[in-house]
């Protein structure tokens, strides 16, 4: 079946480590996007890609980072730059147009300890 | 301008009731208006989306109904159940933008 897998599913990390989310998509969609999601503020963009090796920054990339180097795979690093990284993270995919929907992983809740 | 605000945050309705939840926005390039249904601890999923090109769009028990002039489009559940019980997110996008913006979300609870 295709989908997207987020993994881990939770992720512990303590101050001042890097830490990685694995995303991969088996949908053949050249889009990938990341999003953030607190209680009560919806979806908040982080870093979104169009095409392999090429990525944008969205409205919270502070102290995130990501690579594209293939079109399955959108990986990111929540950088101890990040002063506030408990969040759930959510992956997505689209049509490079975006106008079909995307389809979203089940997501990686990130809490520090 | 980029904003869509979303409107109530939660929402109780009985079983069998109406639930309506409204979003507005000001970009008027935006040209798609998904809604997305989110259980807990899972993904939001693409429940149904209009293209302002038409007043409304019907999918079983869930209705988009959009006004142009005014600037908003909102989500109607008839016949609600237990079921339905989620988060529900609009969202809105632009030819020019790849990405989706998304309002913050109404939590509906639906009592039997």
């Known amino acids: 079946d295709g989908g997207i897998t987020q993994s881990p599913k939770y992720l512990f990390r303590k101050e001042g480590q890097n830490v990685t989310l694995s995303c991969e998509q088996n949908l053949n969609h050249d889009a990938m996007y990341w999003y953030r999601q607190d209680p009560g503020q919806g979806l908040r963009l982080i870093y979104y890609?169009?095409?392999?090796?090429?990525?944008q920054k969205g409205d919270i990339a502070e102290g995130y980072s990501v690579s594209r180097e293939k079109k399955e795979s959108f990986p990111l690093t929540v950088t101890s730059a990040q002063k506030n990284p408990t969040a759930f993270y959510l992956c997505?995919?689209?049509?490079?147009?975006?106008?079909?929907?995307?389809?979203f992983g089940s997501g990686t809740r990130l809490t520090v300890v | 301008q980029q904003q869509v605000k979303q409107s109530p945050q939660s929402l109780i309705v009985q079983k069998g009731g109406i639930s309506i939840i409204n979003c507005a926005y000001e970009?008027?390039?935006?040209?798609?208006f998904p809604w997305y249904q989110q259980f807990p601890g899972k993904g939001p999923a693409l429940l149904i989306a209009i293209r302002p090109d038409v007043s409304e769009k019907k999918e079983g028990r869930f209705t988009i109904s959009f006004n142009k002039s005014a600037k908003q489009f909102s989500l109607h559940i008839m016949d609600s159940q237990p079921g339905d019980s989620a988060t529900y997110f609009c969202?809105?996008?632009?030819?020019?933008?790849?990405?989706?913006?998304f309002g913050k979300g109404t939590t509906l609870s639906v009592s039997s």
């Open positions: 969202a809105a996008k632009d030819q020019a933008g790849t990405a989706l913006i």
């Open positions: 890609s169009q095409i392999v090796n090429d990525f």
């Open positions: 997505a995919s689209s049509t490079v147009t975006g106008y079909y929907g995307y389809t």
């Open positions: 970009n008027t390039a935006f040209d798609y």
